[in-house]
């Protein structure tokens, strides 16, 4: 911009030389006339002189006026491109920020979704732990309500059983009763014909008799009781020891089957789990493909078909490239070389699944 001001300021001094130098070959060549012309007025030459000198001076300003728009224009145009690349680093700087700010949050929600993805796993566990022990405790209701059924079942049999022999001793009672009712009227008709003192005598000895065979009767009906009772106690007994036997043997059955479907959904439970850290490590390394790799529009929308070989501890030990686009593939691998090391997961069997990986890979335009 200096050398442009110098420039100008020349081309005015050259231009104001050159005027200076002709209005002194006017004046030379007003002195050079001879006597004998009729010299011009006085008035007319000072005249002729000053309006000379405005011309210049009006050209001079013209000419500076044309410098200095000239200047001004060319102060805007560097203020323009100036106020151009100030914008253009701002819009780089807000892209570069955006940028930023996508990646904290996509770190943010991967840290969200393994946080929310941990403690549904967690909870999964719990409920299945909260069904065996439900299932468990319902096993044992229904085991004492079983219990339950039989005693009042075996307590309503010897109720009955009871109660069937009242009545065999009430009819018993009846019968004797009815004979005995029969022997005192036969007795009444000997006593009228003998004589008071023997009858008198007679139907003490009656009643001694109805006395021990009561008592006898009552001895031999408690005898049987008993025997029967405890007849039934051992019949009752043994048929018990045989449903708790039965019941048992049940029980251990069911246990040994709900403890091998258990095992069989906690080793469901694992192997989703596994799965589970799987797609969230290959998402993590699908992430630093994506941080490592150099992308253009040309890629949008294609894909790469990627074979990785990861060391126990991520370090990559070889990529290969399969289906896809070409230039995806080249970019894909070279950001996973660049990258180096990749997530690995400290969990063996999630580590193995990983250490030989295939995944998709889409470029994020």
Do not use: W
Request: glycine content about 2%.
């Amino acid at each position: 911009m200096k050398d442009n001001r110098s420039k100008y300021s020349v081309a005015i001094i050259i231009s104001v030389g050159l005027h200076v130098v002709l209005l002194v070959l006017l004046g030379l060549s007003a002195t050079s006339t001879p006597l004998k012309q009729q010299p011009k007025p006085k008035v007319q030459a000072i005249q002729a002189v000053v309006v000379s000198e405005q011309a210049i001076k009006q050209h001079a300003d013209r000419i500076k006026r044309a410098e200095q728009d000239k200047r001004r224009k060319e102060q805007q145009r560097v203020q323009q491109a100036e106020d151009r690349i100030k914008k253009l680093n701002e819009e780089r700087r807000q892209k570069e920020a955006a940028i930023v700010k996508a990646k904290n949050d996509q770190r943010k929600a991967e840290q969200a979704a393994r946080r929310a993805e941990t403690k549904r796993a967690e909870k999964e566990v719990e409920r299945k732990r909260a069904e065996v022990a439900a299932l468990k405790a319902e096993k044992q209701r229904l085991k004492k309500v079983e219990e339950r059924k039989r005693a009042e079942a075996a307590t309503k049999k010897a109720e009955q059983q009871r109660a069937k022999k009242e009545l065999e001793r009430k009819k018993s009672e009846q019968a004797a009763a009815a004979a005995d009712k029969k022997r005192k009227t036969a007795e009444e008709k000997e006593r009228k014909r003998q004589a008071a003192a023997v009858a008198e005598k007679k139907r003490k000895k009656a009643e001694e008799a109805k006395l021990k065979a009561e008592q006898e009767r009552k001895r031999v009906a408690e005898q049987k009781r008993k025997a029967a009772e405890k007849e039934r106690q051992r019949v009752a007994k043994i048929e018990r020891d045989r449903q708790e036997r039965l019941m048992q043997a049940q029980i251990e059955a069911e246990f040994a089957s709900e403890l091998d479907s258990e095992i069989q959904q906690l080793d469901a439970v694992r192997q989703q789990e596994v799965l589970s850290e799987v797609d969230k490590y290959t998402l993590r390394i699908q992430s630093s493909i994506q941080r490592n790799m150099l992308t253009s529009d040309a890629m949008k929308g294609k894909s790469c078909a990627l074979n990785i070989r990861l060391s126990d501890s991520g370090l990559v030990l070889s990529v290969t490239s399969g289906k896809g686009d070409r230039v995806v593939c080249r970019a894909g691998v070279n950001a996973v070389n660049k990258a180096g090391s990749l997530p690995m997961s400290t969990d063996p069997e999630v580590a193995s699944k990983l250490k030989n990986i295939n995944l998709i890979f889409r470029p994020e335009i």
